[in-house]
């Protein structure tokens, strides 16, 4: 079978570049597919023909009924293929087939339906309060905003992609779309089922580019009026500088290095299972993962065993094989990364007590591998427990009284994610007093899309998902209309009058 090629979505027509990407499988090598390498020169492109789209306004006045019928057809597309494109997803970056199944495809495909959903009770255009006494007519309308620029990382592409696209189009605004470099081929599969959907040429284009150029200059694009970026907290400050020059809209969805606090009342069976999970779930590489885990200083000897213990039960391997727990880190580039906080970690005093290397045996001599890992004797000061590590590591702190346990897990540039293990009550008192955009009581990774996503601090700005999704992708318009026919008592004057009264 010949490797399938994927050119790139700008103005209704698919564009091949000379040069090409090879998508290669993080587990084996084995190429996966080829991909266009587009420049800025198809920046300027893709946001010229969003922008024509969006001056033409087909799109963002077709009612949002119809709009979001589009959307959800591109949900039934999805669910109809969701095996072959789980697997195509396991293939290109290494998520193990348990998880794209689910977090990857699943979990995007009833993110879409739900975005689509809300079309239907949103105030598009509302009459407000009467602004008497003059007869006046009081409308608030939701607008599109424009050009809407979405960048995507590789970890978790599709889901990332749809948090943004999805709502963007409901909300009638057009879209240029910049997957990541190393994992473009779900976005490209998504930006398909839209076109086979019937959505209009020209109001979503996708353009498969490195990060530096492509992405900047994207996210820095005069007439894109809105970025949505998921990705690296450095790059996600580096747009947000970009954006003052126009007061461009952003919402940014960046990095955490989540506290997951086990109280001395904690079922251990569960916890230990669930830390287990928080932290290795997507072999590790999952921006809201619980890195940082807070346990009581004299319940550590027990814990760490039984931590170890149960880690050592995990199958490292193919992550095509559904009995995998942990698959391939996703590119050799972070695979080396994560060794360079090993060697951090080592420096710093910390121990390993689980993995802090690669695994052994012939299956593990292609691709990019790194054992399940765990850190012990880690202070919350150590770059270890401050930096995000982006792969299967864990380190352990320790608490004298939950005061402190609090105290450390909200000392951290973070807010992204947290959780805590224990009683029902007291789990909730000290989920109350953590500073992260997503608290998790007894559990982990509950991505629900009637709740929204996102981070305190410096893990980002807005949300994605949840009933207020399309906020973030309309404007507000005030609109009144006079009805009294004349210039006298005007609504200036009622502002005013209560206040010379
Ligand atoms: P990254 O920031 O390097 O890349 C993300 C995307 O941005 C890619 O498409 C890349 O090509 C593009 N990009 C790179 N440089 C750019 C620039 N200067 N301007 C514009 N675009 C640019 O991120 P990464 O390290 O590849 O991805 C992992 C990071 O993403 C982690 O820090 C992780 O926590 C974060 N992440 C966050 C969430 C969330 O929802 N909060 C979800 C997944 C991943």
Redesign the pocket.
Known sequence: MSTPHYTMLIDGKWHDTPEHYEIRSPATEELVATVAKGGIEHVDLAVAAAKAAHEAGDWRRTPPAERAAVVADVAARLASRADELAVLQTRENGATIRVTGTLHVGLSVVQIQYLASLADNYPWEDKGPDIGPVPALGLVRREPIGVVAA??????PLL?TVWKIAPALVAGNTVVL?????APLLALELAKAFEAAGLPAGVLNVVT????P???Y??GHPDVRKVA????????K??LRQSADTIRRVTL????KGANILLDDADLDIAIDGTVFACMANNG????AGTRLLVPADKREEIVQRLVARIATLKIGDPLDPATHIGPIASAG?RDRIVEYFRIAAEEGATAVAGGRAPKGPEFEKGYWIEPTVFVDVTNDMRIARE?V?GPVLTVLTYDSVDEAVKIANDTNYG?SAGVWGSEARALEVARQLDAGMVWVNDWHVIHPAYP???YKE??LGR?GGPDALDEYTEQKFISLDRSGGIENKAFAIVIDPVAN
């Open positions: 960048i995507v990382p590789w970890n978790i990332t910049k997957p990541d470099e190393h580019g490195d990060g530096e492509v992405g900047a994207l996210s970026f998921t990705g690296s907290t450095a790059v996600g580096s747009i969805e960046l990095g955490g590489q999952a921006c809201e972070q995000e982006f992204l996503f996102g981070g893990s980002g994605e």
